[in-house]
């Protein structure tokens, strides 16, 4: 048998300056775990209770279905000049050498909005720019390549506070691997 690949993978190799959420892979396995226990478990208390019947199994499983929706992360992708988001109802992509705007919400789960200058919108998770360097890398270049435009108006206090979190955790890092700290 031939190995598989993954197609977003395949499209994106051999360019050097695309990156992939390097965690999406064991958040989805973790997230199909998730949702096949809850069937699991769900059918086996079904099934001691003598209650198990093929529409309640059909149920349950719709119900499992609905918990790998819920669970499933988004897939972040991003190149020279663009970002983009890949979840379970589409993609949406937005050009960083062209934002308009980036916007901060949540407090716990912060996610940014972020607008470019065709009207396209996003929203990704903050986490994921604090696990991925390559992604945060390019996603910087082009929000430095939006304020060199002037097309950035709204978000650089954001933008900074983002910087000063993700610089200082990369300091910290590397001044644990030197032992330094």
């Known amino acids: 048998m031939g190995r ?5 993978a395949a499209r994106h190799a051999g360019r050097p300056d695309t990156a992939v959420d390097r965690h999406w892979r064991t958040d989805a396995r973790r997230a199909l775990q998730y949702s096949l226990t809850f069937v699991g478990l769900i059918m086996l208390l079904d099934w001691g209770a003598d209650g198990l019947t093929l529409p309640r199994a059909a149920l349950w499983t719709a119900l499992g279905a609905g918990v790998l929706v819920v669970f499933l992360p988004t897939r972040v992708t991003a190149g020279d000049g663009w970002l983009s988001v890949r979840g379970f109802m589409g993609e949406r992509r937005v050009r960083t050498d062209a934002l308009v705007a980036v916007r901060q919400y949540g ?11 065709s009207g396209r919108w996003l ?3 903050r986490r994921v720019l604090d696990s991925n360097p390559l992604i945060w890398h390019l996603l910087d270049a082009g929000v430095r390549r939006s304020l060199e435009r002037g097309t950035l108006r709204y978000g650089t206090q954001v933008l900074q506070e983002l910087v000063d979190r993700i610089d200082g955790q990369e300091a910290r890092a590397v001044l644990e691997a030197s032992g330094l700290r």
């Open 123 to 125: 929203a990704l998770d």
């Open 4 to 8: 598989r690949t993954d197609p977003a």
């Open 107 to 117: 407090s716990v789960a912060v996610h940014l909005v972020l607008q470019d200058a």
